[in-house]
């Protein structure tokens, strides 16, 4: 069964860091789309970044110069870099990975910054 496993969530202050990470297994990593969403109470899911297996990043206009997407192909692991936090970025965090069949959502870490 496929399920990614985040964690790595918190309470952190304004203007603070935290690093995401996300654990997948039962998929070919390598060659697998991630990407991480979140959820801010209220709101609608929203695509934070992505990473395909050849390297290529994306990010939301919200997150730009302050997130970075990365994976680590050895450990089955994508990871989220996020810096210069801000209260609008308090939200549960998820992972997604993708294959040829359907997409596999993780159960959320939540990430909390205070106003």
């Known amino acids: 069964q496929v399920q990614p496993v985040e964690s790595g969530g918190g309470l952190v202050q304004p203007g603070g860091s ?14 697998a789309p991630m990407a991480w969403y979140r959820q801010a109470p209220g709101k609608q899911r929203e695509l934070v970044a ?3 297996s050849g390297g290529s990043t994306y990010y939301a206009d919200s997150v730009k110069g302050r997130f970075t997407i990365s994976r680590d192909n050895a450990k089955n692991t994508v990871y989220l ?6 209260p609008e970025d308090t939200a549960v965090y998820y992972c997604k990975g993708s294959d040829t069949r359907m997409d596999y959502w993780g159960k959320g870490t939540l990430v909390t910054v205070p106003s």
């Open 50 to 52: 992505s990473i395909v």
């Open 81 to 86: 870099q996020m810096n210069s936090l801000k």
């Open 18 to 31: 935290l690093r995401l990470s996300c654990v997948t297994s039962g998929i070919i990593f390598s060659i």
